[in-house]
């Protein structure tokens, strides 16, 4: 039996459901090791969780927590990497299990190799839709293969994953070569932000199930400040609710997360659109998956 934390997600307007009644399972995901610039990404998930109590229970187009929202104590990060990737793993199939959502709050990106496992385990083979300033397409980084910078090659090579990254634009050679290697489908920021969403944005081939993986430094830093690389020339944030969007169409959302946000005592803007990006992606999935 799951006991739900003590900080639920959006409290202020969601009562408490027992956690086989509710549509969406918050899972809190602290982790913080191979965080390679500004730090603070293990405060991450407490930071959104509070903002979340300032959200309102519409989202300007539906009511997406009225189907209940279960809060999970937060994921043990202690030990070794591959140990943390197990329990995030348990823990995501303890959502699947009674039936909800999976939304994970990171914590640095690393740890979506734990969702992953757990999906494809449940579901077999799937897409991954992935918003981020990097591509993390490194096999290794600092000699560890289970850094942030390379939790999508994880994807492609170790899972077998088909992927497609939205807002990257800063990556190094090994990554650009990753990308031909295994098939990734890119648009990066340059070409969205001065032509708009492509017609073509998700291949016709690909996976009718699709998990999105949201790194907050995807955004613009005039949106998204507090983040470990806050890389200029992002996405905006209609823009990438609309990629979203169109990335979800006659498609079905197993879960979602939203990592990568590194708060700062003081500075509330970037916890609080963190929470609206979480509510809102919430939002987009239950309509998308209730249209098919």
């Not at 187009?61 to 990060?77: H, L, W």
């Not at 991954?128 to 289970?146: N, T």
């Not at 017609?199 to 790194?215: A, K, Q, V």
Request: charged share 25%; hydrophobic share 40%; net charge negative.
């Amino acid at each position: 039996m799951l006991n739900e934390y003590e900080n639920r997600f959006l409290s202020s307007e969601v009562p408490p459901r027992p956690a086989d009644q509710a549509r969406f399972h918050v899972i809190p995901v602290p982790y913080e090791a191979t965080v390679s610039y500004a730090g603070g990404t293990a405060n991450g998930p407490e930071a959104i969780l509070e903002a979340s109590d300032q959200l309102e229970l519409c989202d300007g187009t539906s009511y997406p927590g009225e189907n209940g929202i279960f809060t999970q104590c937060p994921v043990d990060c202690s030990g070794a990497p591959e140990q943390v990737m197990e329990n995030v793993r348990k823990a995501v199939l303890a959502a699947l299990d009674a039936g909800a959502m999976p939304v994970v709050l990171g914590g640095e990106h690393s740890l979506t190799y734990g969702e992953m496992a757990a999906l494809k385990e449940r579901y077999g083979r799937f897409g991954v839709i992935q918003f981020d300033a990097h591509a993390d397409l490194r096999d290794s980084y600092e000699g560890s293969k289970w850094s942030h910078a390379s939790v999508m090659r994880r994807a492609v090579k170790d899972l077998d994953l088909p992927l497609v990254q939205l807002g990257n634009r800063i990556y190094c050679r090994e990554e650009l070569e990753a990308r031909k290697e295994h098939g990734v489908v890119s648009w990066d920021a340059p070409y969205l932000c001065r032509h708009g969403i492509p017609d073509n944005l998700i291949p016709e081939d690909f996976p009718r199930n699709i998990f999105i993986t949201f790194d907050v430094d995807g955004l613009d830093p005039s949106i998204m400040p507090e983040t470990g690389t806050p890389v200029p020339g992002g996405l905006d944030w209609y823009m990438a609710l609309d990629l979203a969007a169109k990335a979800m169409q006659g498609r079905r959302v197993l879960g979602f997360d939203v990592v990568e946000l590194a708060p700062r005592e003081g500075h509330i803007v970037s916890d609080f659109a963190a929470a609206s990006l979480t509510y809102a992606l919430m939002g987009l999935a239950a309509r998308n998956n209730d249209a098919q």
